[in-house]
């Protein structure tokens, strides 16, 4: 236990070092939010209702599934994980406590979001905090958990940008985080707009923390997003290389596609 | 017969299609320092790396003071000292913390008397990145050693290191010798491994050529000694002129280079030569074979296998 309370200490100080990861973690998520807010604001109806946590979920997304990935991959091809395991770090160590610096990063992001957008934009205050802060929890569990496993089935670098772009592109267009509402998507690109957990995310957002119609079961889509969280989790640690040589990976990459499974249960059983 | 330490029987390893390692086998016992030579390519740092737990070989047994490294790595972790050929640690990790990160796994207090040791003390705030090649080697061997562990594996330890360092290196691994530990070497540095090695397996194309002591090595090999005279006039130029024992002879920058079996009588001979031409001694060397000389026969005679 001391092990892993010292690895995160150091995790998360060196992330402060890192001017790049810094950048990444605070300028993205507040770049597109400074560039949405006054944009989305005056032009879509209703957008100041849902700007908080549309913006949240931005930076959440950015945050895990662009830029958790990467430096994950870089330290593999490195061969830091091949000193890690001979001195017996865990593998779950190695993939969570990441997670856990980028999660505290992302909830300081919230905090200056929630700060200063009713201020700069006349957005909308959660309705619901406690429901507000769970949401946001589970959505960084989730999201931070694909992240992680984007960074274990990953080949390259290359291939985990390319990954979290195949997530976070579509996340950002057919959630609703842009302010855009789900209900004008086509109805087949709606149901299949439920594959990525920005969706349920925002749904949970909508109904549980600013009190607005949902577009289906809200407490619904906070179970898929804990049972995915899990998934991802799991199947990282079990999918987990050493480094880049090393053939001994207990499944094919190909078995992270489990992770979607909740998500396509609940294309059928969400309403 | 000293505790055997470290088992490998018929190991193999291959990737792919190529071959790295073809069922070698070789024991080594505790207290001993063994090397692992080899040209690039010979399967050292994968008969290392395989023996560490980090990859799975593909035939025959290894054993670390009887543990499977492959199986049994938890056992392993503590057993083991490793110092790897890429000193794999974050970038922004300082010195200090690096030492109490790797020793919090362990379960032991950060060691500060290796740093000292190592000359890494003025540096503990400074991040790895910031550290100079020979600097990270050293940080990796200090947190290999930290947990006093009673095997060392080290895989171009003085890669990098400048000359102090390099004899503080050596002065350090017969300290850990006389307490016990046993250390595995993989090296190209043939001086390191006369001076400092009990036994060597010269590795070829994934196989093992020879092994022995560094004196046994040499011994068997052609057994030429070198004598090199270089002398004021010419009267050592005469290709007609020859010397008891010497099977063969060059001319390289201004040295008459002989080979010789039987290197008393050459020398006697050779002098005498000189006195009697009425020249002038300048230098006269004798270089007996050195464990290079025998490498480079043992590859010639792999290469033309």
């Known amino acids: 236990m001391n092990a892993f309370v010292y690895h995160f200490q150091f995790e998360f100080r060196s992330s402060i070092r890192n001017r790049a990861k810094l950048v990444v973690n605070y300028l993205l998520p507040i770049g597109l939010y400074a560039l949405m807010g006054p944009i989305m604001g005056p032009v879509i109806p209703g957008f100041r209702e849902i700007m908080i946590p549309a913006m949240v979920g931005v930076a959440i997304m950015a945050t895990t599934t662009l830029t958790l990935p990467e430096p994950l991959v870089t330290a593999r091809e490195a061969g830091i994980f091949r000193s890690y395991k001979i001195n017996g770090v865990p593998a779950f160590s190695i993939l969570v406590i990441p997670a856990l610096t980028t999660v505290i990063h992302t909830l300081a992001v919230a905090v200056i979001i929630c700060a200063t957008a009713p201020l700069f934009f006349k957005a909308a205050l959660p309705v619901n905090w406690p429901g507000f802060i769970v949401t946001i929890l589970v959505m960084l569990f989730a999201s931070a958990g694909l992240g992680v496993l984007i960074s274990v089935v990953s080949p390259s670098s290359q291939v985990a940008l390319l990954m979290s772009n195949i997530v976070f592109i579509p996340s950002m267009v057919l959630s609703g985080m842009t302010g855009l509402p789900n209900s004008l998507l086509p109805a087949a690109i709606r149901k299949a707009s439920q594959i990525f957990p920005a969706t349920h995310g925002m749904n949970a957002f909508r109904a549980i923390s600013q009190g607005l119609p949902a577009d289906f079961n809200p407490a619904g889509s906070l179970v898929l997003l804990v049972m995915s969280g899990v998934l991802s989790f799991m199947l990282a640690v079990y999918l987990f290389n050493w480094d880049r040589h090393n053939v001994t990976r207990r499944g094919h990459p190909l078995l992270g596609l489990i992770v979607l499974l909740p998500y396509v249960v609940g294309m059928f059983v969400l309403s | ?305």
């Not at chain 2, 740092?45 to 938890?74: A, C, I, K, N, W």
């Open chain 2, 1 to 305: 017969m000293k505790d055997l330490v470290i088992h490998v029987s018929d190991f193999s390893k291959r990737y792919g299609n190529v071959t790295a390692v073809d069922r070698i086998s070789f024991d080594v016992h505790r207290g001993e320092i063994f090397g692992l030579l080899g040209p690039n390519g010979a399967g050292k740092t994968t008969t290392l790396e395989s023996l560490e737990g980090l990859r799975v070989p593909d035939g025959g047994s290894l054993r670390v003071m009887g543990v499977d490294p492959v199986h049994q790595s938890r056992k392993l972790r503590n057993l083991i000292g490793v110092q790897l050929q890429t000193s794999g640690m974050p970038d922004r990790i300082r010195v200090d913390e690096a030492m109490t990160l790797f020793c919090a796994y362990h379960g032991i207090a950060p060691r500060s008397d290796l740093l000292e040791r190592l000359g890494l003390m003025e540096k503990k705030s400074a991040q790895f990145q910031q550290l100079s090649a020979g600097l990270q080697r050293r940080l990796s061997l200090a947190i290999a050693i930290a947990h006093d562990p009673p095997v060392l594996f080290l895989d171009e330890p003085t890669a990098g290191l400048d000359v102090p360092s390099r004899v503080e290196l050596h002065k350090l691994m017969r300290e850990l010798q006389t307490e016990g530990t046993t250390i595995v070497l993989a090296t190209h540095d043939m001086a390191e491994v006369e001076e400092i090695t009990d036994r060597v397996a010269i590795l070829l194309r994934g196989k093992i050529a020879a092994t022995g002591s560094p004196l046994e090595l040499t011994a068997a090999g052609s057994g030429l000694t070198k004598v090199s005279v270089y002398t004021k006039e010419s009267s050592l130029y005469d290709a007609e002129v020859t010397f008891p024992g010497v099977s063969k002879r060059i001319f390289k920058e201004d040295y008459n280079i002989y080979y010789s079996t039987d290197v008393g009588p050459t020398v006697a001979a050779i002098i005498a030569h000189i006195e009697t031409r009425k020249d002038t001694l300048i230098d006269l060397r004798v270089e007996r074979p050195s464990l290079e000389d025998r490498f480079l026969e043992i590859v010639a005679e792999g290469n033309a296998s």
